[in-house]
Nanobody, 115 residues
Framework: QVQLVESGGGLVQPGGSLRLSCVAS????????MGWYRQAPGNERELVAY???????NYVDSVKGRFTISKDNAKNMLYLQMNSLKPEDTAVYYC?????????WGQGTQVTVSS
């Protein structure tokens, strides 16, 4: 069973930046489309960015121009660079296959944007 472990979250002021990381227990990033999801309290989990096996990227409108998804297939790593963070970006962030999370969900990493 593939395990996904997210890290890199934290507390940041509005306008700040964070870089999230996701490591997989097996090499899947060159095979599957992978995405970053987030879930805020009381909300459903939403896909905010994904990257295809060939490296094409796509973003939800609310994060376009601020977030950048990337990956390192050799290291089994997926990244999300988040700039110009807003309070509404506050959520637990997860990685999984896209557009639907088919793998077991990791514990996620908490991102809190607050002054």
């Amino acid at each position: 069973q593939v395990q996904l472990v997210e890290s890199g979250g934290g507390l940041v002021q509005p306008g700040g930046s964070l870089r999230l990381s996701c490591v997989a227990s097996v090499n899947i990033f060159s095979i599957y489309n992978m995405g970053w999801y987030r879930q805020a309290p009381g909300n459903e989990r939403e896909l905010v960015a994904y990257i295809t096996g060939s490296g094409a990227t796509n973003y939800v409108d609310s994060v376009k121009g601020r977030f950048t998804i990337s990956k390192d297939n050799a290291k089994n790593m997926l990244y999300l660079q988040m700039n110009s963070l807003k309070p509404e970006d506050t959520a637990v962030y997860y990685c999984n296959t896209a557009p639907r999370g088919k793998l077991s969900w990791g514990q996620g990493t908490q991102v809190t944007v607050s002054s």
